[in-house]
Nanobody, 139 residues
Framework: QVQLVEYGGGLVQPGGSLRLSCAAS????????VGWFRQALGNEREGVSC????????FYADSVQGRFTISADNAKNTVYLQMNSLEPEDTAVYYC????????????????????????????????WGQGTQVTVSS
């Protein structure tokens, strides 16, 4: 079965840390740009961090720069999001996504930053999305 499955969310106090995992099955993440998005209650989905092997840069949203780190373990076919110094404003459902080259070309996405900042009507067409994992930052 071709899918992305996120896990690692939960309840954490402000200032705490969590590591989210996104495991791919049925396809290899080696050939995809990958990213983490989040959607807080009542808000639009927003890009948190995006990266790809073919792009030497990794994009982070300003709100998480210096606190979050995206990484990948090719052997485990898994992408991670290490989240440190968590704030109540980080509370959201977090989703991972994988986008293949053909989709990137079709949507004229030429950078990981563009991949992360595209509007929902564009990101809805990304190849794979996970089911989401809830992160709640509260004391």
């Amino acid at each position: 079965q071709v899918q992305l499955v996120e896990y690692g969310g939960g309840l954490v106090q402000p200032g705490g840390s969590l590591r989210l995992s996104c495991a791919a099955s049925g396809f290899s993440l080696d050939w995809y740009a990958v990213g983490w998005f989040r959607q807080a209650l009542g808000n639009e989905r927003e890009g948190v961090s995006c990266t790809s092997k073919s792009d030497v840069t990794t994009f982070y949203a300003d709100s998480v720069q210096g606190r979050f780190t995206i990484s990948a373990d090719n052997a485990k076919n898994t992408v991670y999001l290490q989240m440190n110094s968590l704030e109540p404003e980080d509370t959201a459902v977090y989703y991972c996504t994988a986008v293949g080259l053909s989709t990137l070309l079709k949507k004229r996405i030429t950078s990981v930053q563009a991949m992360c900042v595209m509007p929902s009507q564009t990101t809805d067409g990304y190849d794979y999305w996970g089911q989401g994992t809830q992160v709640t930052v509260s004391s």
